[in-house]
């Protein structure tokens, strides 16, 4: 639940803990039981607990790439160990229907804190390596949020919303 992010749920006595997240688990049948992976936090980490999305490589099950307030992650041994690739607050992930190894992220900026930055990077390595897109996109100041999509007519058109802390809606760009 991003909805809340750098607004100081534990500070402000709302009790909405709830908001805070534990990492990535994982099930080996079909959803009766979940395990935590390597890739786990308590609640007491706050925000820093919150994950946005996890993929699988369909090529190779054991691969895994993950985003959340912390970074991106991989994995190579089926989430028993994590290395971050990627330091900054990912706000979206999304992976190429056609070319399981491209995949897009988004970052974001936190108002409250001054924190971050929002943008938009790419892998073609199945998040081994990132490199930042030239969106024209404020990175700090303006666009706290940036949600991406894929076209699926045609996954070489990439959309990005562009989301502002006064009305909402900054911008929509395509590319």
Same mark, same amino acid.
């Given at each position: 639940?991003?909805?809340?992010?750098?607004?100081?749920?534990?500070?402000?006595?709302?009790?909405?803990?709830?908001?805070?997240?534990?990492?990535?688990?994982?099930?080996?049948?079909?959803?009766?039981?979940?395990?935590?992976?390597?890739?786990?936090?308590?609640?007491?980490?706050?925000?820093?607990?919150?994950?946005?999305?996890?993929?699988?490589?369909?090529?190779?099950?054991?691969?895994?790439?993950?985003?959340?307030?912390?970074?991106?992650? *991989?994995?190579?041994?089926?989430?028993?160990?994590? *290395?971050?690739?990627?330091?900054?607050?990912?706000?979206?992930?999304?992976?190429?229907?056609?070319?399981?190894?491209?995949?897009?992220?988004?970052?974001?900026?936190?108002?409250?804190?001054?924190?971050?930055?929002?943008?938009?990077?790419?892998?073609?390595?199945?998040?081994?390596?990132?490199?930042?897109?030239?969106?024209?996109?404020?990175?700090?100041?303006?666009?706290?949020?940036?949600?991406?999509?894929?076209?699926?007519?045609?996954?070489?058109?990439?959309?990005?919303?562009?989301?502002?802390?006064?009305?909402?809606?900054?911008?929509?760009?395509?590319?």
């Amino acid at each position: 639940d991003y909805a809340y992010l750098d607004s100081g749920l534990d500070l402000d006595d709302r009790k909405r803990h709830s908001h805070y997240g534990m990492g990535v688990y994982k099930t080996s049948n079909g959803g009766d039981s979940w395990e935590p992976t390597g890739l786990t936090y308590q609640l007491t980490e706050l925000d820093g607990s919150l994950m946005r999305r996890v993929f699988v490589n369909p090529l190779n099950e054991n691969e895994l790439v993950a985003g959340g307030i912390g970074g991106i992650f *991989t994995s190579a041994d089926a989430g028993q160990t994590w *290395t971050t690739i990627n330091d900054s607050l990912i706000r979206d992930l999304k992976m190429d229907p056609n070319n399981p190894n491209i995949l897009y992220a988004s970052s974001g900026y936190l108002s409250n804190s001054n924190n971050g930055t929002a943008g938009i990077m790419k892998s073609t390595d199945f998040g081994a390596n990132w490199t930042w897109l030239n969106t024209g996109i404020p990175t700090t100041g303006s666009v706290l949020r940036i949600e991406i999509a894929i076209a699926p007519s045609n996954s070489d058109h990439l959309y990005a919303i562009a989301v502002d802390s006064i009305s909402g809606f900054y911008g929509l760009y395509t590319s």
